[in-house]
């Protein structure tokens, strides 16, 4: 019988946990030191920029008010601004600002370590196979007005 300890979810958490640690350690003393929260706002908004502070604190899975705190900081460090919706007058839009790209440029690079070093001893077909079946996975938990979707249907 397989033990809690290996089972999948316990397996994924430890993982990312470690990943996370390590991307961490590795940022320490690079261009500025950047939170993992801080690295993971502005990567989500290098993807879309634009997106109102409730859709980032979505895609991050924190609070509004935790996100509003996060975004001061990147804010106060120049890399990014809020502007107005126009649609919504309540709410803001977020966009990077030219002093974040060699921000990203640090975390690509230490996450592409990460990964490398993530993937010692798995060959480029096992590398794909475990991203293809956890994007499949992560298609069939993803919640989209309260049906699951379907990986193969995105």
């Known amino acids: 019988m397989q033990s809690l300890r290996d089972g999948l979810g316990f397996l994924l958490a430890d993982v990312s946990r ?3 640690r390590e991307f ?3 940022m320490d003393g690079r261009l ?3 939170t993992f929260a801080q690295a993971r ?3 989500h908004l290098a993807r879309s920029e634009g997106l109102r502070q409730v859709e980032l604190a979505n895609l991050l899975e924190v609070q509004p008010i935790t996100l509003a705190r996060l975004i001061d900081q990147l804010d106060a460090r ?5 502007r107005a919706d126009p649609d919504d ?4 839009r977020l966009f990077l600002t030219p002093a974040a790209r060699p921000h990203l440029d640090a975390i690509r690079e230490v996450a592409a370590s990460v990964r490398v070093d993530a993937l010692r001893g798995i060959d480029a077909a096992q590398a794909a196979a475990l991203s ?6 992560r298609g069939n ?6 049906d699951a979707v379907r990986a193969d249907a995105r």
């Open 41 to 43: 706002a502005l990567v």
């Open 89 to 92: 007058r309540r709410a803001h």
């Open 18 to 20: 470690l990943m996370r």
């Open 78 to 82: 120049g890399l990014v601004e809020r």
């Open 24 to 26: 961490a350690r590795r």
């Open 132 to 137: 293809a079946t956890l994007a499949r996975i």
């Open 32 to 34: 500025s030191i950047l």
């Open 141 to 146: 938990l993803a919640i989209n007005g309260g």
